[in-house]
């Protein structure tokens, strides 16, 4: 897999708490590591440091939210692993853009385990309102589609 495709690549350990009675990882930790991966790749597109609402508010108030996280899980993890998590753009529209992701696990020889698409809506935090891309925000996140 060509990293021009998949511009962000995420490594999260698996840890011991984030499995469930049945030994495997608990269904809601991997909507957990997509989302650090989808902050990451918020960070690297808009080149800020971090990405948090004091900021958002302090500049022009625009910023991301989750309308929508549709999953597949493909195999089942347990601890020790590692995973390897790429996110991308997939799509862009006039006020959103979806974003992809595919998980990896070591133990599992580099097998999909868990894939998902979402949808986020850039909104004006100040007007309450969405945010309507112009040509250079979309190209901004063309560069990681």
Known sequence: MSEKNWPINTEIPVLWGDTDS???VNNIIYLKWCETS??????????I???DMENILLDKGIGPILANFNSNYRIPIRYPDTINIKTRVSHIGNSSFGIEHKLYSKENDEKIVFDAESVVVMVNYKGGSKFQFDDNAKKQIEEFM
């Open 49 to 51: 440091e971090n990405l």
């Open 38 to 47: 989808r902050v990451e790749l918020f960070r690297k597109m808009w080149k």
């Open 22 to 24: 049945f030994g495997h």
